[in-house]
């Protein structure tokens, strides 16, 4: 098991960056790929990005390809979203994600969910 708490959310303008942080606890977080994902409200949650064990693949939506970048300190059991040149189009609830297994876009391959930081931009 792994617990998972998110922080960094706020509410910015529109062109701004923010950045979330998710520290991990429990099983060697090394060994997870990790996630992010988003909820508006009214939608569904879709996937934002992924990265894998050790940094070196990454996933992105194509939403956010080129805006947004996840990173990852395995020495402090952290991952991170970097998001830049925010839209209010990417307000939304920001949960982070872990598996076992392998980078996936789909929902349903991350059994471990944080409580969620919400992003707010203003136009």
């Known amino acids: 098991q792994v617990q998972l708490v998110e922080s960094g959310g706020g509410l910015v303008q529109a062109g701004d960056s923010l950045r979330l942080s998710c520290a991990a606890s429990g099983r060697t977080f090394s060994s997870y790929v990790m996630g992010w994902f988003r909820q508006a409200p009214g939608k569904e949650r879709e996937f934002v990005a992924a990265?894998?064990?050790?940094?070196?693949?990454?996933r992105y939506a194509d939403s956010v390809n080129g805006r947004f970048t996840i990173s990852r300190e395995n020495a402090k059991d952290t991952v991170y979203l970097q998001m830049n040149s925010l839209k209010p189009e990417d307000t939304a609830v920001y949960y982070c994600?872990?598996?076992?297994?392998?980078?996936?876009?789909?929902?349903?391959?991350?059994?471990?969910w944080g409580q969620g930081t919400q992003v707010t931009v203003s136009s």
């Open positions: 990265i894998s064990w050790d940094g070196g693949s990454t």
């Open positions: 994600t872990a598996n076992t297994g392998f980078l996936s876009r789909l929902a349903r391959s991350y059994p471990y």
